[in-house]
């Protein structure tokens, strides 16, 4: 058997340290990771291209979300996604130069999670004046603040029974083809993402009225004690912003920071002001 000195000799690196590990999630961690897991929003749309039938799509965006229905999971409404899309055009170009794809941008606006983009298509074969289909469907399953993608999962359906219409034989196939790929891409997801949220969940923070960089560099230096990361986006006086890895809500950053900041001289007047989605904004009251 290999001596204890050997087993450290393995884990040492080339370089002759040991290499890093992050400590694993205490026991509270994981009960928090695994309830925003369950308490997951999600979003489901289709890929919008040439050659795509938006009709067929929208079905099968509608069997998903009955799905997510029948299991008691959190989802965005397709309605609201096409208002969004139509309203909003305009605010997404200023706010985001197109430099993210608007359907991400409203996961974002809509505090989703994770969204799955449904891409495929149908064929119809005519017989005798019934119809039979077949569906073959990608569902790729994103994070909706970073556009990463966490699985990727196709299905194709035997040809359909024989239907009266071509859109009962097209929408008998789409149901076996999302009956069988929405479980996969589910579990696909949540696995991912609860292996993503052991090094936290990313936030944003602002903290408005910021001319106090001693007291800024305190509290940057508590914080960053009590969460996984932290760094500074921009700092001035106006106003300094974080990005802050924390396995929590965004209500427990909300009481973090407060928390932090009420050990901090100069912050003792800290209040929020917004919270919105995975951002909140405090100002100092400097």
């Known amino acids: 058997p290999a001596s204890a000195g050997a087993a450290a000799a393995a884990a040492t690196g080339a370089a002759g340290t040991a290499a890093a590990v992050d400590p694993a999630p205490t026991a509270d961690e994981e009960k928090i990771i695994r309830e925003l897991v369950e308490r997951m929003t999600w979003m489901v749309y289709f890929s919008e291209h040439a050659g795509v039938d938006p009709f067929a799509m929208k079905t099968a965006v509608a069997i998903a979300n009955e799905y997510f229905a029948r299991n008691a999971m959190e989802a965005v409404d397709l309605a609201q996604i096409e208002r969004l899309k139509k309203d909003q055009q305009k605010a997404w170009e200023a706010e985001t130069g197109a430099s993210i794809g608007i359907v991400q941008w409203i996961a974002q606006k809509l505090n989703a999670d994770v969204y799955i983009e449904i891409d495929g298509a149908a064929s119809v074969t005519p017989s005798k004046n019934r119809y039979s289909a077949t569906a073959s469907i990608v569902l790729k399953i994103y994070e909706a603040s970073t556009a990463r993608l ?137």
Do not use: C, H
């Open 150 to 286: 966490l699985g990727s999962v196709p299905w194709t359906t035997q040809p359909s029974e024989w239907k009266l219409t071509e859109v009962e034989a097209v929408n008998s196939a789409l149901q076996v083809s999302m009956d069988k790929a929405m479980p996969l891409a589910v579990g696909q997801a949540r696995a991912r993402f609860a292996a993503e949220l052991r090094n936290g969940v990313k936030y944003g923070l602002v903290l408005q009225r910021t001319a106090d960089a001693k007291a800024v560099t305190a509290f940057r230096d508590r914080l960053k004690e009590r969460v996984k990361s932290l760094r500074i986006v921009s700092q001035a006086d106006a106003e300094t912003t974080f990005e802050v890895w924390l396995v929590g809500s965004i209500e427990d950053l909300a009481d973090l920071v407060v928390s932090v900041a009420g050990r901090v001289p100069g912050l003792e007047g800290l209040r929020q002001v917004m919270l919105r989605g995975r951002s909140i904004t405090f100002t100092t009251g400097m």
